[in-house]
C-alpha cells in the first residue's frame, strides 16, 4: 500500500485527491493546508478514519509516514517542500512549475539526488489522446521527418484573477506569468516531440494589466531544435480562452492540434481526422477514430 500525503487542499488539490481515491493500493494518509479547515474537509471527503490533518507541512512530517508527498501549493513552496520531503527519505509528486528560477531548480535535483528517492512533475497533458497519438505519429515517422511547428495559446486572465490569489503576477511568489503558468504544457509538449532546446531568442510584454502584475501576460519566442525550427506564442489578453493550437510540419504532410481535435494530413491530399470530443458512438463525416474523451490521468511509479 502507498501511503500519500497532499499539501494544499484547494482547486488542483481536489484533482490530486479525487484520482488518488480511486487508485488501488493508495492511501491518503493526510491532508496539509496553512487554512486546517480546507484540511478537514479533504479528510471528511477524501480520507478515512485514520487520515491526519494539519496547518503545518513539517507537522505532518513529523508525525505521519507516508510514501510519497503531493504538493498542490502556490509556486514559490514547491521547492522548498519539495526538499524538506526529500530530506526525509518521501518521493515527491508535484504541480507545474518544478521551479521559479534556476537556483531553485539545481537546488532541487541536489536534493532528489542526495536522498536518493524520485520526484515527478505533474504534465499531465501529456497523456492527452491528441499527445499520444501525435507522439506515436512522429516516433514511427508517419509523415517522414519534422521540419518545424508553430504552436499558439491564447487565453484571458484579467485582475481579479491574479488579486484574489495573494501570489499570482508577482515575479517571488509566481516566479514569472503566462510563459511558467499558463504556457508552460503546451512548452512541455514542444520538448516531448522536438527533445531539447538548441537555442531561444524570446520577447515578453505586459499588454493589459499594467500596475497589476508584475510578470508578463504575452510571450513570443523563436526556438531552434536539432529536428526543426518552432514559433511560439502565448498570450493572457485574449478575449476569451481558445483552444490550444500546435501545427507540426514533416517532409510529407501535416499534423494540425486544436484543443481535442487532431487532422493528420498527407502531402497527397490525405487526411484524417480525430475529434476526441465526441463520445465514442457519435457521428462526424471524415472522423477517422471517436474515442471516449479523457479527462484526466496521472502516471507516477514509486
Known amino acids: 500500500m502507498v501511503?500519500?500525503?497532499?499539501?494544499?487542499?484547494?482547486?488542483?488539490?481536489?484533482?490530486?485527491?479525487?484520482?488518488?481515491?480511486?487508485?488501488?493500493?493508495?492511501?491518503?494518509?493526510?491532508?496539509?493546508?496553512?487554512?486546517?479547515?480546507?484540511?478537514?474537509?479533504?479528510?471528511?471527503?477524501?480520507?478515512?478514519?485514520?487520515?491526519?490533518?494539519?496547518?503545518?507541512?513539517?507537522?505532518?512530517?513529523?508525525t505521519e509516514e507516508i510514501d510519497v508527498l503531493h504538493i498542490c501549493t502556490p509556486h514559490y513552496l514547491h521547492v522548498p517542500m519539495a526538499k524538506e520531503a526529500l530530506a526525509r527519505k518521501i518521493h515527491v509528486f508535484m504541480e507545474k512549475p518544478p521551479a521559479i528560477s534556476r537556483e531553485e531548480f539545481f537546488s532541487l535535483k541536489e536534493a532528489k539526488k542526495q536522498s536518493g528517492k524520485e520526484v515527478g512533475i505533474c504534465f499531465q497533458n501529456r497523456y492527452n489522446k491528441t499527445t499520444e497519438k501525435i507522439y506515436d505519429n512522429l516516433k514511427n515517422r508517419t509523415l517522414g521527418n519534422t521540419k518545424g511547428?508553430?504552436?499558439?495559446?491564447?487565453?484571458?486572465?484579467?485582475?481579479?484573477?491574479?488579486?484574489?490569489?495573494?501570489?499570482?503576477?508577482?515575479?517571488?511568489?509566481?516566479?514569472?506569468?503566462?510563459?511558467?503558468?499558463?504556457?508552460?504544457?503546451?512548452?512541455?509538449?514542444?520538448?516531448?516531440?522536438?527533445?531539447?532546446?538548441?537555442?531561444?531568442?524570446?520577447?515578453?510584454?505586459n499588454h493589459h494589466l499594467k500596475n497589476v502584475i508584475e510578470v508578463e501576460d504575452t510571450i513570443e519566442a523563436y526556438i531552434t531544435f536539432s529536428s526543426g525550427n518552432v514559433c511560439f506564442y502565448a498570450t493572457n489578453a485574449y478575449t476569451e480562452d481558445a483552444p490550444v493550437l500546435?501545427?507540426?510540419?514533416?517532409?510529407?504532410?501535416?499534423?494540425?492540434?486544436?484543443?481535442?481535435?487532431?487532422?493528420?494530413t498527407e502531402d497527397n491530399g490525405t487526411k484524417i481526422v480525430y475529434d476526441f470530443t465526441k463520445k465514442s458512438d457519435g457521428k462526424a463525416k471524415n472522423i477517422g477514430e471517436i474515442p471516449t474523451r479523457l479527462v484526466f490521468r496521472i502516471s507516477m511509479t514509486v
Open 3 to 62: 501511503r500519500a500525503g497532499i499539501v494544499g487542499c484547494g482547486n488542483i488539490g481536489k484533482v490530486h485527491a479525487e484520482v488518488l481515491k480511486n487508485m488501488k493500493h493508495v492511501q491518503i494518509q493526510a491532508f496539509v493546508d496553512k487554512n486546517l479547515d480546507n484540511a478537514l474537509k479533504f479528510a471528511k471527503i477524501y480520507g478515512g478514519d485514520n487520515t491526519g490533518c494539519y496547518s503545518s507541512l513539517s507537522d505532518m512530517l513529523s
Open 149 to 205: 511547428a508553430r504552436a499558439f495559446l491564447t487565453w484571458n486572465r484579467q485582475a481579479e484573477y491574479y488579486e484574489e490569489s495573494g501570489w499570482r503576477g508577482k515575479k517571488s511568489t509566481e516566479g514569472g506569468g503566462v510563459l511558467i503558468n499558463q504556457a508552460i504544457h503546451t512548452l512541455d509538449l514542444l520538448t516531448y516531440f522536438f527533445g531539447k532546446a538548441e537555442q531561444v531568442e524570446v520577447s515578453m510584454q
Open 246 to 264: 500546435l501545427e507540426i510540419v514533416c517532409e510529407n504532410g501535416k499534423i494540425r492540434m486544436e484543443g481535442e481535435r487532431l487532422e493528420i
